[in-house]
DNA sequence: CATGAATGAGCATTCATTCAT
DNA sequence: AATGAATGAATGCTCATTCAT
């Protein structure tokens, strides 16, 4: 009767086709007015649905429309940053590729990471500790700090704290979409570019300090 | 008859204590449910509130209850990182004294610059782009930015486009907040002085450059 | 997704009927401790509804609520008076028509009409003039004018300053409403018949003016 | 230690004046806002008070300013009109003189009549049925009647039901101060004349009529 | 006499959610 | 699968009134 959140398979095509659109609607609107505004009355409104009763019709409640969303974009963002990662031969590159691919990413779906961001932003204190955003972000930033480890194994990036520079680099990328709040037209480019130059220049071997200080 | 927003020469004693008093309880709120959690109801009862009116009677408004906060904190703020960073004698010692002041500020006054930063990232869509807190971080990075200038013009700091790097490290600073929001054991030391190294790495005239040029 | 203010047709039935409900215990309440005393929770009491918020789905605003009492009280006074007037063979007989018909209507839809003095009474202040019972009351005050000069200009009514007199007849009428309240038990029929009288004297040519100009 | 309502011999001069003051400030909020918008903070504000604390200081509660007001008013009201219909020789002189008082009163004190009616208007259902307009409404409209009866009596009126033309009077002097809300430029004077006009002729014996029904 | 801080009831409105159809 | 009517808790805010000083 109601609401289902099982695996994608147990859905029609006509349910899976309502949650996506009622997902994109949310979307929009969060990254517009934020997660607080967005009540179901504006998404249903967005989405050009007659009713909110739709909205509590194909999710449970407010939280699995808010939790499917960060599953949506996060899936989606792993698809396009995952293998150009994989993809990169050393570890330095991987890095590198890392923030090209998240600044692509966020240059074609900068919504639905404002929106994202928003709902990390503002999921605190639910007590479960284990909103679908925190366990996402968990998993995002112990990928990053492995990769590092393993620069450092291959002796690719200076010794550092790796959990340290980790978030250091986390925060350089989630600081973009704050930079792109503020001032919407920052030059993605450039911005993208020099944020390579110092991410290299923050995690590279130092070509004579090494010598010197040892 | 009500809420004067007048300068704090104007208020009795009582006034600028039950002000202070509101405002320290908002703080706390907001700093674990986020602004848009924080209604009256909760900020009251944390502040021992016989009901939400005295809050009204004090503050004109929910937004000028929010503006105060922010002017306060980031008042205290100011106040603390602005003479560390005034005292350096050269641009990169400002720099590294920045990340230091900061860092300590965050320690002493976490629960207060997370609810900024709350409030920061909820003040959107309000279109006339003059909420208080847009204005200070406006700013706060035009500061961070005509710093870099100078150290570029000092030949201290390498070539880069300033306006990116200021960016980079006001990620940087933001980061911490939330990596503390997600791990509140977070090792500030630790974290801290590996954020002077990062900093001092991407912003350095590299060794070779360095040799070349002199 | 709520309180659709569209036209009648677009209405379900279900939703015509609620509003009529609400509009019927509004009329009521208003009519009772007046317009500024007439609460939601007043009114969805007196309606029988559980709680507030059903106005408010069925109604944008409490002005929405306010201007669609007027409007349906006065689509009825109209549809009553207008046409015995409109009936008249001349214009002194539909100005004693125009009389006896809102003595009727005051009779039978005495609440109705207490509500909307009382409404047209408290909107001032509102500056832009056009409330629904303003602009109402104004078209109201100008067919009548237009009634009397046409009686004018047939010779029927003395000469007089149309618009005063105008003025003077919708005073009679509204003040019919205030000496009921005053003095529930009065006597419609008589003070209906009464008015009828002062009113032919009021505008009647004069006798010997009559002779003289024969 | 409270608000006395005693008579005015036991207060002191300071007392006197600051009711008097509280009063007209009260006059002209409610005459521009309505009773209904007058509340104490903005009573205070106009009168220059520091705290809506004074008015509770000087009046028992909201009622009894309200009742002062009124009696303020029609005691002055009375003080002029009274004279003047009293030294008419005869009830139709007195009738003219009364209307004209009206006027004149009206004219002078536009927004203490205003006020005043305002809160006729809105003082319904209070349940003890002798608030201090209404009791000073009826005593109006009783001495009205009178004077009509004498009249009669006298032969100067035609035979008409007293009560139902005293009521026809009283409505059209109130209509006065509706006409001039609605349209602050009408010509006093003008409306005035027009007015004793009318009600000349609907209360005079008719010249012929008399003979020839008879 | 006067002040201003405090109180708590009341207000219109928004909201996520429920449910009969 | 979808609709729209209904619910009731919660929100920011206004208000008349109280009271210690």
Redesign the pocket.
């Known amino acids: 009767m109601q609401a289902k959140s099982g695996s994608p398979e147990q859905m029609?095509f006509?349910?899976q086709a309502?949650r996506a659109q009622i997902i994109e609607a949310a979307v929009e609107v969060i990254a517009e007015v934020g997660s607080a505004?967005a009540?179901?009355?504006r998404i249903a409104e967005r989405a050009g649905?007659?009713?909110?009763?739709?909205?509590?019709?194909h999710f449970a409640?407010?939280q699995d429309l808010i939790d499917s969303i960060v599953r949506e974009v996060m899936t989606a963002f792993a698809g396009h940053v995952g293998p150009l990662v994989a993809a990169a031969p050393t570890p330095a590159a991987a890095l590198d590729a890392f923030i090209g691919a998240n600044v692509d990413f966020i240059r074609s779906h900068r919504r639905h990471l404002l929106a994202v961001l928003d709902i990390a932003a503002g999921s605190r204190d639910t007590g479960d500790g284990a909103s679908a955003s925190a366990a996402v972000a968990r998993a995002d930033l112990d990928a990053l700090q492995e990769l590092l480890e393993r620069g450092q194994a291959q002796g690719e990036f200076r010794a550092f704290d790796p959990r340290s520079v980790a978030i250091a680099i986390r925060s350089l990328r989630d600081g973009i979409l704050g930079a792109l709040t503020v001032d919407p037209d920052l030059d993605l480019d450039a911005y993208g570019s020099e944020l390579r130059t110092v991410v290299r220049l923050m995690t590279a071997v130092p070509p004579y300090a090494q010598g010197e200080t040892s």
């Open positions: 029609t006509t349910e309502r505004g009540s179901f009355a649905l007659s009713s909110t009763g739709l909205i509590t019709y409640n407010r």
